[in-house]
């Protein structure tokens, strides 16, 4: 079974700064997809940035980057320019692209980690 | 975007009785919808997983008898909790894909309900 883990239950910046969180996972799958969501604290989850691990290149979106190392199986979050609103929980998600794989279609996610952004 | 509305985002419901929550995608049709239960300051828990017109699959340890996945139409799934108790008081959040989008996507969720049984 796919395994999603974030060491990082709590992390902190400055506002204006930068932070990583790290998501590490485990599978023997090999196409698959890595999603970051976040959950502010309306609680409703939005989808930040994706990435498909067959694509080489790092996905990014505006001040959201990724450093998703397949070798080690290793996805972090970069938040460049840290905003108040960016203050929430974020999740690393897992999901298998093969049909017919047993976490086809499920999103695998990691513990969470709570950023607190500091004024 | 697409956009996933669930009702009620909050209720209080005696020890015993019943709770239905709705999930309605608004502008697409899902074809397949998800239910977690997340605990305070937790990760999403899936419980089940259902797809239109067949019945539901449910992860292991979740009782299908007690929470019970109704997906009858592509805009519309819900979710009954039966003769609830208090540990069922839970956040519970529906999350729905879009028939016509492609693997690379995640998902849409909806708001979320909080559960509490008193």
């Known amino acids: 079974a796919q395994t999603v883990t974030q060491s990082q239950p709590e992390m902190s910046v400055q506002e204006a700064e930068t932070v990583t969180l790290s998501c590490t996972y485990d599978?023997?799958?090999?196409?698959?997809?890595l999603f970051w969501y976040k959950q502010p604290p309306s609680r409703q989850m939005i989808l930040v940035i994706r990435q498909e691990a067959y694509k080489q290149q790092n996905a990014t979106e505006n001040r959201f980057s990724v450093n998703f190392q397949k070798a080690a199986k290793s996805f972090s979050l970069k938040i460049s320019d840290s905003q108040l609103g960016d203050a929430a929980m974020y999740f690393c998600?897992?999901?298998?692209?093969?049909?017919?794989?047993?976490?086809?279609?499920?999103?695998?996610f990691g513990q969470g980690t709570i950023l607190t952004v500091h004024p | 975007g697409a956009v996933v509305s669930q009702h009620p985002s909050w209720v209080i419901c005696k020890s015993g009785t019943s709770v239905k929550i709705e999930c309605r995608s608004l502008?697409?049709?899902?074809?397949?919808m998800f239910w977690y239960r997340q605990f305070p300051k937790q990760s999403l828990m899936l419980m089940a997983t259902?797809?239109?017109?067949?019945?539901?699959?449910?992860e292991q340890g979740v009782e299908k008898d007690k929470f019970l996945i109704n997906h009858a139409s592509l805009t519309l799934s819900t979710l009954t909790v039966t003769s609830a108790h208090p540990e069922d008081s839970s956040f519970y959040i529906c999350?729905?894909?879009?028939?016509?989008?492609?693997?690379?996507?995640?998902?849409?969720f909806g708001s979320g309900t909080r559960l509490t049984v008193v």
């Open positions: 999350s729905a894909r879009d028939s016509a989008g492609g693997a690379y996507y995640g998902y849409t």
């Open positions: 259902s797809n239109e017109g067949s019945k539901a699959t449910y």
């Open positions: 998600a897992y999901r298998g692209a093969n049909a017919g794989g047993t976490s086809y279609g499920k999103l695998t």
């Open positions: 502008d697409f049709q899902a074809t397949t």
């Open positions: 599978t023997s799958e090999s196409d698959y997809y």
